[in-house]
């Protein structure tokens, strides 16, 4: 609130979590529960230190544990409770997921391309996410944040990418020109009206699939 008494609009801080377990390095991990790197870990303390330096009025992340570390301890360092919201995770790329880019591109060719060129239709790993299912959850997860004050929100490449192109205008064709590096920190304004862009590409945000109907394959 202002002075005034009319609500202040608020700010959403998406961060994308730091560099994993060493042994994932070039692996599609996706939605697999791995832990950070010993670097990974140095870099989310350092980022907490960061984020603090401002406090944000309440804290989402994924609930897998390379998204927990940083908002524990951000939650230490400000007394909030972190709030789970696994429509935060990255997409599911079905078995491709554990499995090394290379490897994959042997087997299929250029059929990860199509995660791009196809994001209305592709499920990668045969029963992975579609780039338009990505997004009807990611949308409603963003419709679901608090509407004022600031909101830290830590997240994946893929789901991060996926808002940031449609508060661009952007197609969900062009996401993958979005994705931050690990460790980014992407302020985003609100209001930010991204309804509009929703029905861009047909996607529902308080009439998407509930948590139970989204994929459940372990992996990217």
């Not at 070039?26 to 989310?44: F, I, N, P, T, V």
Request: aromatic share 4%; net charge positive.
């Amino acid at each position: 609130m202002n002075a005034d008494g009319v609500p202040s609009p608020g700010k959403v801080i998406l961060v994308r979590h730091t560099e994993v377990a060493r042994a994932w390095a070039g692996r599609c991990y996706g939605q697999s529960d791995m832990g950070l790197s010993r670097e990974g870990a140095r870099a989310a303390r350092a980022l907490a230190g960061m984020l603090v330096a401002a406090p944000p009025n309440a804290i989402v992340h994924s609930g897998l544990k390379r998204t927990r570390l940083l908002a524990q301890i951000v939650a230490r360092a400000t007394g909030l409770t972190p709030i789970i919201d696994p429509r935060w995770r990255e997409r599911s790329f079905g078995d491709w997921q554990g499995r090394s880019w290379n490897a994959i591109w042997r087997a299929t060719g250029d059929a990860m391309d199509r995660i791009m060129t196809e994001p209305e239709r592709f499920r990668p790993g045969g029963a992975g996410e579609t780039g338009a299912e990505l997004a009807a959850r990611c949308l409603a997860a963003w419709d679901a944040l608090p509407r004022e004050g600031t909101t830290l929100v830590i997240a994946h490449g893929g789901a991060i990418a996926t808002i940031r192109a449609l508060a661009h205008g952007a197609d969900l064709t062009q996401a993958a020109q979005f994705i931050p590096k690990p460790g980014k920190i992407v302020p985003i304004p609100r209001p930010l009206r991204l309804a509009a862009h929703a029905a861009q590409h047909h996607l529902a945000i308080n009439g998407s699939a509930p948590q139970a109907d989204l994929p459940r394959c372990i992996g990217r």
